[in-house]
Structure formats: C-alpha cells, structure tokens
C-alpha cells in the first residue's frame, strides 16, 4: 500500500550536479529510516546514503563529501543532493524507506522504489 515516488535523475556532466527526490505515499505508521541505493551495469546494488528520521547520516565513502542526503518528515520526502558527480556514479538510484506500515504486524518493512536511472558523461 506504500510506495515511493521518485523525481529527478537524467544525465549531467561530469563535475556537474544533479538532485532525486523521493516521497512516500500510502498507509504507514512511521517512517524510520530513508536513503538511496544504487545499481550500475553488472554490480551489486550499493548503499549511497541514508538518514533517520533524527537526521543521523551515514555515507558510502565513494560520495562522502560530494552528495547530501536530507529529509522533509511532514512532507515524507528524502533528497539527495550530487555534486561534483563522476562517472562512476552512473547508475540506477533506488530510493528505499524502512518504516511500520498500518497493518500488523506492526513491525519494520522495507519499501523500495522502482529507481531512476542517473547518467553521467565524460
């Protein structure tokens, strides 16, 4: 019943900068955690960022510096701010939220979204 609708992506050059959005939408109780992943051609799907509702972070150290992830909880929205992207940052992005939806059993479900692709040329 919840989904994440994500905004954003396209391609940009290198040294450039680029946003995705995430909202969440549907029946759910709370909202914990937020955060994007990403999948390149043949690669596993990776951790990128994640936040808390508290606004804790954490960074994969191949953006640390170079994205921004942050958060509207009224509005169940994440972000993720690129900057000075690469080319290894080509990839699709996922946005994933970890939250008690409104049904039982009342416990954590992970819900993902169904990504946007991110490009970045030489």
């Known amino acids: 019943q919840v989904q994440l609708v994500e905004s954003g992506g396209g391609s940009v050059q290198a040294g450039g900068s680029l946003s995705v959005s995430c909202a969440a939408s549907g029946r759910f109780l709370s909202i914990n955690i937020m955060g994007w992943y990403r999948q390149a051609p043949g690669k596993q799907r990776e951790l990128v960022a994640v936040?808390?509702?508290?606004?804790?972070?954490n960074y994969a150290d191949s953006v640390k510096g170079r994205f921004t992830i942050s958060r509207d909880n009224p509005k169940n929205t994440v972000i993720l701010h690129m900057n000075n992207v690469k080319p290894e940052d080509t990839a699709v992005y996922y946005c994933k939220a970890e939250g008690v939806l409104g049904v039982t059993p009342l416990v954590p479900r992970d819900i993902w979204g169904q990504g946007t692709q991110v490009t970045v040329s030489s």
């Open positions: 936040i808390s509702r508290a606004s804790s972070t």
